[in-house]
């Protein structure tokens, strides 16, 4: 059987900053994914944006990792020529009842850390963009964008570097624990081979495969793998040149942000993601849900034209909480925990895990 100091499952955003943290640290570590390339799970079906810690409870795992990932991406993206481009948004009221909400942002994000918030007057939203029809805004200058691909092959190349190794086309079936660790079991997709791994830490990055694959390792209590809900979000988008220069954004809903407008490093915009709870795992819009959407665009952008907005793709969420329910921070179980030395399991990694990778992977870490 082969040897490995580390075995992470998933070949997301989440999984290779892990590996990539602990083979910086000297550990042997093996990357295991079911498909044929890193990334085309969660990591790749976002709004690419990094987040500056704005909506989440004071003292949450959300909130700490938001804030310190906000600085450290924008390092990494330095000093590792990742495509990002910190364009800023704004938190836009259509009514005078969300003023209540603004101000309510500005002070939790405030106790969170972010202390650059400006509250504007609709005259000077408008100023820095003219399409916009709000009463009051919040500027977020240290919101940004990010080439999340770049990303990932930049974390996959420097966890590389350090000697990790990775494995694709390779599903993670089973992890039985023995007295000195784990043994890994896996089967290659293509061939059907089956393969296992002797390792002394295991950790389950599957985002929304987390909890079926929690299931299925033989030590862990079950009531240590929560139930998961796929939350499905929409995009639609415009075609043609950006009319805005800043990320738009409505007062955030119940069990997302609201549809808001992103931009891509390429200058052109897309709309969403919508909430959609759905049974099973299926990557097609539908143009449909293109009617909310102008309903709710419109609210921030009145001139938005009629029939403009084009189905563009979709991602789902994995939520701890149901429609709802209040909302759950991110569930990063080490051995504190469930009291198996070695193990680390991941649930509940939606916004903001793409801005949250890097110190994500350093509390992983100090786990295991
Ligand atoms: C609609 C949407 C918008 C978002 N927008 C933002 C945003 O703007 N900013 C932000 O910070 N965050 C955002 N997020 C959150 C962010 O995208 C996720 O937190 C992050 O990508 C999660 O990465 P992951 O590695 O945990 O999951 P994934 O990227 O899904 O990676 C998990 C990997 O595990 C693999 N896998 C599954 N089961 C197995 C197995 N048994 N064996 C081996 N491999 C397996 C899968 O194939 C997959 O590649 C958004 C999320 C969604 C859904």
Same mark, same amino acid.
């Given at each position: 059987?082969?040897?490995?100091?580390?075995?992470?499952? *998933?070949?997301?955003?989440?999984?290779?900053?892990?590996?990539?943290?602990l083979?910086?640290?000297?550990? +042997?570590?093996? &990357?295991?994914? !079911?498909?044929?390339?890193? *990334?085309?799970? &969660? @990591?790749?079906?976002?709004? =690419?944006?990094? %987040?500056? =810690?704005?909506?989440?409870? !004071?003292? @949450?795992?959300?909130?700490?990792?938001?804030?310190?990932? $906000?600085?450290?991406?924008?390092?990494f993206a330095r000093d590792y020529g990742v495509p990002y481009k910190q364009c800023g948004k704004l938190i836009v009221a259509t009514d005078s009842d969300q003023l209540q909400i603004l101000t309510e942002i500005v002070g939790r994000?405030? $106790?969170?850390?972010?202390? /650059?918030?400006?509250?504007? @007057? *609709?005259?000077?939203?408008?100023?820095? +963009?003219?399409?916009?029809?709000? @009463?009051?805004?919040?500027?977020?200058?240290?919101?940004g964008i990010i080439d999340c691909h770049a990303l990932?092959?930049?974390?996959?190349? /420097?966890?590389?570097?350090?000697?990790?190794?990775?494995?694709?086309?390779?599903?993670?079936t089973s992890v039985t624990a023995e007295r000195t660790g784990f043994v890994v079991q896996t089967i290659e997709e293509q061939s059907?081979?089956?393969?296992?791994?002797?390792t002394a830490i295991f950790v389950n990055a599957c985002g929304l495969n987390a909890p079926a694959l929690a299931m299925n390792i033989d030590a862990?209590?079950? /009531?240590?793998?929560?139930?998961?809900?796929?939350?499905? =979000? $929409?995009?639609?988008?415009?075609?043609?040149?950006?009319?805005?220069?800043h990320l738009i954004y409505p007062v955030p809903e119940v069990g997302g942000l609201g549809i808001h407008l992103t931009l891509d490093l390429a200058g052109s915009m897309r709309f969403g993601p919508d909430l959609e709870w759905v049974e099973a795992i299926d990557y097609t819009v539908n143009p449909e849900r293109a009617d909310v959407f102008y309903e709710v665009i419109r609210r921030y952008w009145p001139s938005l034209p009629e029939g403009c907005l084009e189905p563009a793709y979709?991602?789902?969420?994995?939520?701890?909480?149901?429609?709802g329910n209040p909302v759950t921070d991110f569930?990063? /179980? =080490?051995?504190?925990? %469930? %009291?198996?030395?070695?193990?680390?399991?991941?649930?509940?990694?939606?916004?903001?895990?793409?801005?949250?990778?890097?110190? &994500?992977?350093?509390?992983?870490?100090?786990?295991?």
């Amino acid at each position: 059987m082969e040897q490995v100091g580390c075995v992470v499952a *998933g070949g997301g955003v989440i999984g290779i900053a892990i590996a990539r943290e602990l083979a910086r640290r000297g550990i +042997e570590t093996l &990357i295991v994914e !079911e498909l044929g390339s890193i *990334g085309t799970g &969660i @990591s790749s079906r976002n709004s =690419g944006v990094i %987040h500056a =810690g704005l909506y989440y409870p !004071e003292c @949450s795992l959300k909130a700490r990792f938001c804030v310190e990932g $906000n600085a450290a991406l924008y390092k990494f993206a330095r000093d590792y020529g990742v495509p990002y481009k910190q364009c800023g948004k704004l938190i836009v009221a259509t009514d005078s009842d969300q003023l209540q909400i603004l101000t309510e942002i500005v002070g939790r994000s405030r $106790n969170c850390g972010v202390n /650059d918030l400006q509250l504007l @007057s *609709g005259k000077e939203a408008r100023l820095v +963009e003219p399409e916009l029809m709000c @009463s009051a805004a919040i500027m977020s200058p240290s919101t940004g964008i990010i080439d999340c691909h770049a990303l990932m092959l930049a974390l996959l190349g /420097d966890a590389q570097a350090h000697g990790a190794m990775i494995a694709i086309n390779t599903q993670v079936t089973s992890v039985t624990a023995e007295r000195t660790g784990f043994v890994v079991q896996t089967i290659e997709e293509q061939s059907g081979h089956q393969y296992e791994f002797q390792t002394a830490i295991f950790v389950n990055a599957c985002g929304l495969n987390a909890p079926a694959l929690a299931m299925n390792i033989d030590a862990l209590p079950m /009531d240590c793998v929560p139930k998961s809900h796929y939350a499905k =979000g $929409n995009y639609f988008f415009v075609p043609g040149p950006a009319q805005f220069q800043h990320l738009i954004y409505p007062v955030p809903e119940v069990g997302g942000l609201g549809i808001h407008l992103t931009l891509d490093l390429a200058g052109s915009m897309r709309f969403g993601p919508d909430l959609e709870w759905v049974e099973a795992i299926d990557y097609t819009v539908n143009p449909e849900r293109a009617d909310v959407f102008y309903e709710v665009i419109r609210r921030y952008w009145p001139s938005l034209p009629e029939g403009c907005l084009e189905p563009a793709y979709c991602g789902i969420r994995p939520k701890l909480s149901f429609a709802g329910n209040p909302v759950t921070d991110f569930v990063i /179980d =080490g051995p504190a925990s %469930h %009291h198996i030395k070695g193990l680390v399991n991941l649930f509940g990694i939606e916004s903001p895990g793409l801005t949250s990778c890097l110190p &994500i992977a350093q509390y992983v870490s100090t786990l295991v």
